[in-house]
């Protein structure tokens, strides 16, 4: 299918066996089991087809995080009141979390960097040393100035 369009063609999740879905939309591949792996194809389902106890709703605008989490509070209680909404936040809000050892690694790395370089302790990242180039010239002159 590369260079198609996608648009209305059907595909199996099991090339063997399974239903056969039509393609009505197309999202980028994406990290969806950790910030760490390599981005991967993605395929949704419509939730209403497919069952599952645990559904992550995503949605993007331009609204303020909080605005938009509330709409979506409601949307869901509108089509079925009986849904339990949990761990509803913003992106932001939800990355703070995976994202707080790598921001630890990152400060104390920082701050060591910092105070190594602010006291360098005996040895440790000492001068470099200068350009023989001035001495070498020095010891020329007063070379020729001795003949």
């Not at 299918?1 to 999202?27: C, H, L, S």
């Not at 194809?41 to 938009?68: D, G, H, K, M, N």
């Not at 360098?120 to 007063?142: D, H, I, V």
């Amino acid at each position: 299918m590369p260079g198609e369009n996608p648009i209305g063609k059907r595909f199996r999740f099991d090339a063997d066996r399974g239903e056969w879905r039509e393609i009505i939309g197309v999202v980028e591949d994406g990290k969806y089991r950790s910030l760490g792996e390599a981005p991967m194809p993605a395929a949704f389902e419509p939730y209403a087809q497919v069952w599952t106890p645990e559904t992550t709703i995503v949605a993007r605008s331009p609204l303020p995080e909080e605005q938009v989490v509330g709409m979506l509070r409601r949307a869901v209680a509108e089509l079925d009141p009986g849904i339990a909404i949990y761990g509803a936040g913003s992106l932001t809000e939800q990355l703070g979390l995976v994202l707080f050892p790598a921001r630890i690694a990152a400060t104390v790395l920082a701050r060591l960097v910092c105070w190594l370089w602010c006291w360098r302790p005996p040895g440790c990242m000492a001068q470099p040393p200068r350009s023989n180039r001035a001495e070498r010239s020095k010891t020329k002159w007063a070379s020729r100035v001795q003949d």
